[in-house]
């Protein structure tokens, strides 16, 4: 069965970076984009951005351009984002899902909260 | 970005049909979506392009529209709904998503 399975929390300093996974199986991993979701507290979801495994072409929201860095390591099937600079304005449970451009997110992974305090 | 606007909240009971709505600042064609999120886990897909049953989700959930107002509708609603319901389009660049709509009991 298809599963994304993330990383731990993480507790983390305003200023430092974090690099959060993703491990896909289930499925043929270059066959579906890898997007990724923030979710502060009590908020509404906000796409980050998305990358093709196959390619390791990248889309990013404007918003989170210079923040997050998206990578894949085709070898483990595992999909990455790096968070700079962070900030409280971070703290957020981040998401990986599943689709193709244009489509819906069928499947998702379980979750990560990030925690940026001093 | 396009924004999708939800109304924030319904208080319903169980065998009800509640429908909600989202409407789109510009044509989304029919790249709307839905998910269920209940509290400390991740979203699920109910219904994709508008109108289509995920798999495995039962028939009680549906949905319907096409360009800028869409309506997602459970019917009958059981307890096990109890959730926050998301629009999503992925039409435009970028992906957003509805503010959510909290069904609570009456």
């Known amino acids: 069965q298809v599963q994304l399975q993330q990383s731990g929390a993480e507790l983390t300093k305003p200023g430092s970076s974090v690099k959060i996974s993703c491990k896909a199986s289930g499925y043929t991993f270059t066959s579906y984009d890898i997007s990724w979701i923030k979710q502060r507290p009590g908020q509404a979801l906000e796409w980050i951005g998305a990358i093709n495994p196959g390619s390791g072409g990248t889309g990013y929201n404007e918003k989170f351009k210079g923040k997050a860095t998206l990578t894949v390591d085709k070898s483990s099937s595992t999909a990455f984002m790096q968070l700079s600079s962070l900030t409280p304005e971070d703290t957020a449970v981040y998401y990986c899902a599943r689709g193709k451009l244009l489509q819906w997110f069928d499947y998702w992974g379980q979750g990560v909260m990030v925690t940026v305090s001093s | 970005d396009t924004v999708l606007t939800q109304s924030p909240a319904l208080a319903v009971s169980p065998g009800e049909r509640v429908t909600i709505s989202c409407r789109a600042s510009?044509?989304?064609?029919?790249?709307m979506h839905w998910y269920q999120q209940k509290p400390g886990q991740q979203p699920k897909l109910l219904i994709y392009?508008?109108?289509n049953l995920a798999s495995g989700v039962p028939a009680r959930f549906s949905g319907s529209g096409s360009g800028t107002d869409f309506t997602f509708t459970i019917d009958p609603v059981e307890a096990d709904d109890i959730a926050t319901y998301y629009c999503h389009q992925s039409w435009n660049s970028p992906r957003t998503f509805g503010g959510g709509t909290k069904l609570e009991l009456k």
């Open positions: 510009e044509s989304v064609s029919t790249l």
């Open positions: 392009k508008a109108s």
